[in-house]
């Protein structure tokens, strides 16, 4: 795209460099995916001027043919980092059936501009204790709690992309697809997709510098998928993706990888591999270095888990891949039934931190949807350890003690170390961007939290709980327009999901908006199977007078809650707002007890 020599555009607090290809915000780099920075090229140099959909294409995708929705994508990315501009209006508007347009002010310069303020340290007002519900796996009783936010789905990459002047500091970025299964039989899909976590969890702590790589819950929507490699590079911002195969029969193993420069979709290297299985993690990291030298990465020595050296043994590990499968399931049989596959495992190889370290994580998810903090939170806690007398450099189990410290110690000093740490060891680990993140939004630091979230979705920008997380930092940082936003667009990746209604319901209350509260209300009831996420719309039916609707919500979560847990922090937001005060002290009782999260 042809560019003018020298020119900065100035936009609320933003700098875009049309020449350095570089978009700032209070002087520090905003990441951006290729196509969403010349996007967003066409419609600054353009402001105030609709441009029409034709022509964006053209001038994205000059002579290819690109389907609509890959622009509609651009957008959306776009508007996930720009927010709203100071003066409240949106960044870019729709114009519908035409194309778009970019609204802010915009100043021109041909020659570099004054340093920009630095960037703002408050934060907005948080709403009251009795207008906030609580209660997702990341939330806290104290209420400046949970998490996490703004949906980037992209990264500058490596030099296939564009040439940067310092070639030095750019990362490539790489998206590990689902292994296939090529035994015939669906049953060994575990094996398949554990192969698959394993490749992505040992490169993506290979040199986290250089080399970014996407999340498993971005990825696993592409199994069995008809989209081609350019368009899932596309819709994730990689430049290049690994694909593979894996057959297992008796004590052998057969795994076949490829590693495909997605924009040109060409093949860099393919190759077979077929021995015992107790050499599968070898084979992985053959791998792994096979795609840190076509892509010119220099490993680094240091950090290295001492997991990814261990010797395999076949019964624990093969516990371990089930447990693995089922916790990806996300459900409460399926989360049960991993804490068994993962007990087994141990019981058969009690030194495997990655075990102790999964086994960690499937109590943590317990918590709050199904379980008591005070039932399974010590547990994780004894895994988490665990696996850290392992295997120190483990960042899953850090990031899994730090939310144990956050969380249910309630010691933030300890959860701050322990997050830090994941990030000196894995700074590409989403969890642990996300846990920081709630650790800072505790402390309400909303603006950093943003940031953390932000560098989270860089490298897992389709998961529905990291969303689901964002809008309660939205939520509890008062705004309340950008919460009913951001829940829009999550109910567009999966329509289904209750507590984006409930979040809807709770920022239309706060704003007034009586019939949006009680339909967002009414789809949280209709879609949730979380006594919390119930409770949760009861809370905003009653801040908008819906006495006797929010009573009979309230009761069926009540009586799910027989049966299941409930966050009692939130069923007393709701006889808050009910204004039944006793109750509502009742059950800060209870919460306080339950270290309610």
Not at 394 to 413: E, I, M, S
Not at 435 to 451: K, N, P, R, V, W
């Amino acid at each position: 795209m042809p560019l003018k020599a020298k020119h900065l555009y100035e936009f609320g607090s933003y700098r875009l460099d049309a020449v350095e290809r570089v978009l700032r915000r209070y002087g520090q780099p905003v990441i951006l995916p290729p196509k969403d920075l010349e996007t967003l090229l066409v419609l600054v140099e353009k402001a105030g001027h609709i441009v029409e959909k034709e022509e964006l294409l053209e001038k994205v995708w000059p002579g290819v043919f690109i389907e609509e929705g890959n622009l509609a994508r651009r957008i959306f990315n776009l508007r996930q980092v720009l927010g709203d501009s100071e003066d409240g209006r949106k960044y870019i508007e729709t114009i519908p059936r035409r194309g778009y347009r970019f609204v802010a002010a915009v100043k021109e310069d041909g020659e570099p501009a004054a340093a920009l303020p630095a960037a703002p340290q408050t934060s907005e007002p948080t709403p009251t204790a009795a207008a906030v519900p609580l209660g997702q796996k990341r939330s806290l009783w104290l209420w400046p709690l949970t998490l996490s936010v703004l949906a980037i789905t992209g990264i500058l990459i490596g030099r296939h992309f564009w040439p940067a002047r310092n070639s030095s500091s750019q990362r490539a970025m790489l998206a590990v697809l689902p292994f296939e299964n090529l035994s015939g039989d669906p049953r060994e899909d575990y094996f398949a997709d554990g192969l698959t976590e394993e490749m992505i969890a040992q490169l993506g702590q290979l040199q986290p510098v250089r080399l970014g790589v996407i999340a498993r819950t971005s990825i696993v929507r592409y199994k069995h998928t008809k989209e081609t490699i350019a368009q899932i590079g596309q819709e994730l911002g990689v430049g290049y993706l690994l694909e593979g195969s894996v057959r297992r029969g008796g004590d052998r193993v057969r795994v076949t990888a490829q590693l495909i420069q997605a924009g040109e979709q060409t093949h860099l290297w393919a190759e077979t591999y077929e021995r015992p299985l107790t050499d599968v993690l070898t084979i992985q990291r053959e791998i792994a270095e096979k795609i840190t030298h076509s892509l010119s990465i220099q490993l680094l020595p240091a950090a290295t888990s001492i997991s990814a050296n261990s010797q395999v043994n076949l019964e624990s590990h093969d516990k371990y891949l089930l447990g693995l499968h089922a916790l990806g399931e996300g459900t409460r049989e399926s989360e049960t039934r991993a804490i068994q596959y993962f007990q087994e495992g141990l019981a058969k190889d009690p030194n495997d931190a990655r075990i102790h370290a999964a086994l960690a994580e499937a109590y943590t998810r317990m918590n709050t949807y199904y379980s008591s903090p005070t039932e399974v939170m010590p547990r994780a806690k004894e895994a988490a350890l665990r696996a850290l007398q392992l295997d120190p450099n483990l960042a899953a189990a850090r990031v899994k003690l730090g939310d144990v410290r956050l969380l249910f110690d309630w010691d933030w000093a300890a959860a701050e170390k322990e997050y830090r740490r994941a990030l000196e060891i894995n700074p590409n680990l989403p969890e642990a961007q996300l846990g920081y993140a709630t650790y800072l939004a505790t402390l309400g630091h909303f603006d950093e939290a943003i940031s953390r979230v932000q560098q989270a979705y860089l490298f897992d920008p389709l998961a529905l709980e990291s969303r689901n997380e964002a809008l309660w930092i939205y939520y509890f940082s008062g705004r309340m327009s950008e919460t009913i936003e951001q829940a829009q667009k999550t109910t567009e990746l999966e329509p289904a999901a209750g507590l984006p209604y409930a979040m809807l319901a709770l920022a239309n209350a706060q704003m007034g908006r009586r019939p949006e509260t009680l339909r967002a209300a009414e789809n949280a009831v209709r879609f949730a199977d979380s006594p919390t996420v119930i409770s949760s719309a009861a809370a905003a039916l009653a801040h908008v007078g819906q006495n006797s609707q929010a009573r009979e919500v309230l009761g069926k979560a009540l009586a799910m809650a027989k049966e299941r847990y409930v966050c009692r922090f939130i069923v007393a937001s709701a006889y808050a707002e009910l204004r039944e005060n006793e109750k509502a002290f009742e059950s800060l009782d209870q919460a306080f007890l339950q270290r309610s999260t």
